[in-house]
């Protein structure tokens, strides 16, 4: 018997176009593994885009799926898809890691240089996984077809040349990225006034950030001015970088909230 998805059922309690948009691409994937009984895999979704798909998929029968980002802390991952009479094992991996080296000691680059130097060579942000700043070099993990190209074709970041080489994922070791704490005062938790105070701009301008669809939290594009985030939430802000708001921490003489957030230095 030929199983046929209700894609529009499946996403209708999605509000936000993008998202329905990349989930019905994916539905379109199972649709093809249903009906072909083969392998397929998405492009990197981000862990808001994966919650949202695990959703779907948990109620689909006949299909087995699993995801990977290479590294256990991976946050932007493949997700494949399967007939359920295959295991994880069974499945062939489509992604690589590349170490890329340079000069840059006297040049500061971070995560926005690497990302937008790849970028430039026409990949889009689907076909890029997590890239790690660590001591000894930057690893950027990618879909596997893009490989060679990218070991070709990038010749610079920032000005400077680098080198670049494929890189064993089980020889990687996963480091943190560096952070500073900061303990500020805001009037609410409203995520305007947090975004206010984390990176010392107007709340206007915060305001007209989230207006504008420049603000995420937990991944999630968020349109509220007054959505309060929780506790150890990612919030990301186009142009001005990442922060980790923690938690509030006390309040002040003069009933302000003294949260603590985490600023990444790259």
């Known amino acids: 018997m030929t199983i046929i998805l209700d894609k529009s059922r499946l996403v209708s309690h999605i509000n936000d176009d993008e998202l329905r948009l990349t989930l019905t691409k994916s539905l379109d994937?199972?649709?093809?593994?249903?009906?072909?009984?083969?392998?397929?895999?998405?492009?990197?979704?981000?862990?808001?885009?994966?919650?949202?798909?695990?959703?779907?998929?948990?109620?689909?029968d006949t299909i087995s799926?699993?995801?990977?980002?290479?590294?256990?802390?991976?946050?932007?991952?493949?997700?494949?898809?399967?007939?359920?009479?295959?295991?994880?094992?069974?499945?062939?991996?489509?992604i690589s890691m590349i170490k890329i080296t340079g000069n840059f000691k006297y040049r500061e680059v971070g995560h926005r240089d690497y990302l937008g130097s790849i970028m430039s060579l026409g990949l889009s942000r689907e076909n890029i996984g997590d890239i790690c700043i660590n001591d000894d070099g930057v690893y950027v993990i990618l879909q596997e077809t893009f490989k060679d190209y990218l070991i070709f074709n990038?010749?610079?970041?920032?000005?400077?040349?680098?080198?670049?080489?494929?890189?064993?994922?089980?020889?990687?070791?996963?480091?943190?990225?560096e952070y500073t704490q900061h303990s500020v005062s805001v009037s609410s938790l409203r995520l305007d006034a947090v975004l206010s105070a984390a990176f010392d701009i107007s709340r206007e301008k915060s305001q007209n950030l989230i207006k504008n669809e420049n603000v995420k939290v937990d991944y999630e594009m968020i349109k509220s001015?007054?959505?309060?985030?929780?506790?150890?939430s990612i919030i990301s802000v186009k142009g001005y970088g990442r922060i980790i708001f923690v938690d509030e921490i006390s309040l002040t003489k003069k009933n302000k909230i003294r949260i603590l957030i985490k600023k990444y230095r790259k």
Do not use: C, W
């Not at 001015?225 to 150890?232: G, I, T, V």
């Open 29 to 60: 994937l199972v649709e093809s593994v249903i009906k072909n009984y083969e392998i397929r895999h998405t492009k990197f979704l981000n862990p808001y885009e994966l919650k949202n798909l695990i959703s779907i998929l948990k109620r689909i």
């Open 225 to 232: 001015s007054a959505k309060a985030p929780s506790p150890e």
């Open 154 to 177: 990038m010749e610079k970041i920032a000005n400077v040349r680098v080198q670049k080489t494929e890189y064993d994922f089980a020889d990687f070791r996963y480091v943190e990225p």
């Open 65 to 94: 799926y699993h995801e990977s980002g290479g590294y256990d802390k991976a946050e932007r991952k493949i997700m494949y898809i399967y007939p359920d009479y295959f295991s994880p094992e069974d499945i062939k991996s489509e």
